[in-house]
Nanobody, 123 residues
Framework: QVQLVESGGGLVQAAGSLRLSCAAS????????MGWFRQAPGKEREFVAI????????YYSDSVKGRFAISRDNAENTVYLQMNSLKPEDTAVYYC????????????????WGQGTQVTVSS
């Protein structure tokens, strides 16, 4: 079973940038599609971005499209989320997640999650 650890969160001003990393342990990272999700207080966990096993296919929520970019380096067992033009409404705990047999926009389909990293965007 793969284990995930997120890092790179912090406090940033609006219009700034952050790069989140998700490091995976285990020997089968390339067999997993990966997703980024976020959760603000009092809200449901929402989809942000997904990437397939090879990195060929990516998909984004409408709220982050054009501002965020998901990527992966299978040789380093790491998935990234580059976040540009950040807005206060991006403030949330960000989680990475792993899923076998193709990517999905639904958090329900993911069985392995990291601990989360806090992103706070000030106005």
């Amino acid at each position: 079973q793969v284990q995930l650890v997120e890092s790179g969160g912090g406090l940033v001003q609006a219009a700034g940038s952050l790069r989140l990393s998700c490091a995976a342990s285990g020997r089968t990272f390339s067999n997993y599609a990966m997703g980024w999700f976020r959760q603000a207080p009092g809200k449901e966990r929402e989809f942000v971005a997904i990437i397939d096993e090879s990195g060929e296919f990516t998909y984004y929520s409408d709220s982050v499209k054009g501002r965020f970019a998901i990527s992966r380096d299978n040789a380093e067992n790491t998935v990234y989320l580059q976040m540009n033009s950040l807005k206060p409404e991006d403030t949330a705990v960000y989680y990475c997640a792993a899923k076998m047999y193709g990517p999905s926009w639904s958090a329900l389909e993911y069985n392995t999650w990291g601990q989360g990293t806090q992103v706070t965007v000030s106005s």
